[in-house]
């Protein structure tokens, strides 16, 4: 449930569901919205589950779980996923080392079913894991002016400026953490996480004082993450091991042993996976699951599609077997095959590049 539907109402919010939390959607004329994020700056109500992790043995116990290192001092968080014995993603989170507890942010309607999980095998460790979602308002501030933005309402410390740290201020009255995030809608970002009970001021705050931010619903936010060519957990990480989708900003080869590590790092050392994801411009938008044919040869499936508001053209990403020749491709939609052709990703440049974009 968004922490500040009243205000998402007045300014004209139109709602959806995300994991069985109610989140805005658009707000009315999105490719114009679209166009001032691109070009300026707009902020979102986010919709992620969150878990809060206490205890001596935090640290170690999540480090143990994921796929990649937990920072050890306050201040720095890392991207990172949960395998099964297979390889394959379960799902993705984030983890920030909040000097007394870790924070980590994952998927929405996720956070209780895996701190009840995380709860059942602490053992002897001294570890308590609880969800807190409704704990937090949590705003994403996107575009090429973001760390103008932030600048005109932080009061306190400067604006972090590496991936995933961040810094404690004040915006208003109201105390506030700033993250660095990893740019995945292809310009510079931040997320503002406050308490829940400040969050209508802060969301007024980001929209209306300093430089103004165009308020921006998740309509919006998923033809920013399409075009920056970032791969999301419901669409393309779900059940996929994380060298096909070359998530390296997400693994660390270099640490213990965790579930999924075996598959992964066979996979490494073999040199390549057996598929990858790509970009495509097909002449018509494909649904998830279309057919990607080169030449007579089925090649893979689409996991997304859509029309650009940037280009004012279809795009979509695709799973397909690895290091094909990008001749004679075509896609089949509604049981007709569409001319189409391998695009180099990101889709459009933007002030920053997602890190999530594809390394192979």
Known sequence: MTVVAELHESHGATFTERGGRRVADHYGRPERVHRAVRNVVGTIEMGYGVLEVTGDDRVDFVDNAVSNRVPETDGHGVYALLLDAQGG???????YNADEKLLCFVPPGTAADLASEWSEKTFIQDV?????????GVFGVHGPNATEKIASVLTGPSSPDQPLSFVRGTIGDWGVTVVRTDDLTG????????AAEDA????DALIN??????PFGYQTLGYLLLEAGTPLFSTE???TVPNVLGLRNALDFEKGCYVGQEVVSKIENRGQPSRQLVGIRPDAVPNAGAAVFVGDEHAGEVTRG?????LEAPIALALVQYGLDAEDV???????DVDAEFAELPFVEGSSRSRRLPEY
């Open 89 to 95: 993603i379960e799902t993705d989170l984030y983890v």
């Open 128 to 136: 308590d894991v609880r969800a807190a979602s409704d704990d937090f």
């Open 187 to 194: 310009e510079e970002g931040y997320e503002v996480i406050c």
């Open 200 to 203: 209508a001021d802060i969301f």
């Open 209 to 214: 004082h300093g430089l103004n931010a165009a």
């Open 237 to 239: 990480l779900e059940g």
């Open 306 to 310: 859509g029309h650009s508001p940037s």
């Open 330 to 336: 075509h896609v089949r939609i509604d049981g007709e």
